[in-house]
């Protein structure tokens, strides 16, 4: 599970830093040594273990009709653009200039987990998402209640999503 929020600097190399928490386990152990990174939405770059590319890889295509154009599309489109990297020694990943620009990281950036992967943004694009979105999170939370997906219930113990 990625969480958090961590701020870094893209170097004349197009290197980035990968934060420790991510490239280090609580016990002491290598938890990311290879990353594989491909488009994201909403204009960032997605950030996915080894073992998270193959369930998104299985996820969309192993079961799934071919006859969907959406289907094809985003399949061509993150497969495509996908890049492997691994750390160097100074735990930094160089990023692809094609993700780097669908990013439009220039300078400033912020690795944002995301649950199952994370996502690396431009600091000033993500500060203007945040912003806007975080206003919007009950609201969100209630649609995504009701299509089914399981979130803790509120404080006040009301049930979210559909009812039995």
Known sequence: MFVGRYEVRLDAKNRIIVPLRLRESREGGQLWSQFFLTLGAEGCIFVYTPEGWQRLMEGMGATQPLADENLRSVQRLVAANADVRECDSQGRIILADELREH?????????????????????????AYNKKHVSKLGEKLDIVSRVGLALPERADHTRRGPKE
């Not at 990013?103 to 500060?127: L, N």
């Open 103 to 127: 990013a439009q990281i220039t300078r400033d950036a912020v690795w944002v987990g995301a649950v199952s992967r994370a996502e690396i943004w431009d600091k000033d694009r993500w500060v």
